[in-house]
Nanobody
Framework: QVQLVESGGGLVQAGGSLRLSCAVS????????LGWFRQAPGKEREFVAA????????YYTDSVKGRFTISRDNAKNTMYLQMNSLKPEDTAVYYC????????????????????WGQGTQVTVSS
């Protein structure tokens, strides 16, 4: 149905930057709302950022505002998460998610609002 594959994770020093990509295999990419979640060791998965179908509407969790930027390229069926000024607290497995638009709100912040998930990519920020 919908396949998502994350890439771009890795090891980076505090203060550095990293750009994650999420390739979405689906015929009509533009009708899906998208989002990023992360899960740190020993903690539950948490919401990071969400983006609407056109890319014009975005929303971020307070801890990443001003540092992370979510975007999407509907021509390439790809979503991105640009992460700047990274902190050790950002260390986690990052997951991308997709949900068909039209059923609930466009900017979705809970796991239950997304039907399809990627396998995750590890991001490690050293001190």
């Amino acid at each position: 149905q919908v396949q998502l594959v994350e890439s771009g994770g890795g090891l980076v020093q505090a203060g550095g930057s990293l750009r994650l990509s999420c390739a979405v295999s689906v015929r009509t990419f533009s009708i899906y709302a998208l989002g990023w979640f992360r899960q740190a060791p020993g903690k539950e998965r948490e919401f990071v950022a969400a983006i609407g179908t056109s890319g014009g509407n975005t929303y971020y969790t307070d801890s990443v505002k001003g540092r992370f930027t979510i975007s999407r390229d509907n021509a390439k069926n790809t979503m991105y998460l640009q992460m700047n000024s990274l902190k050790p607290e950002d260390t986690a497995v990052y997951y991308c998610a997709a949900g068909l638009a039209g059923y609930t709100r466009e900017l979705r912040t809970t796991e239950a609002e997304y039907g399809d998930w990627g396998q995750g990519t590890q991001v490690t920020v050293s001190s």
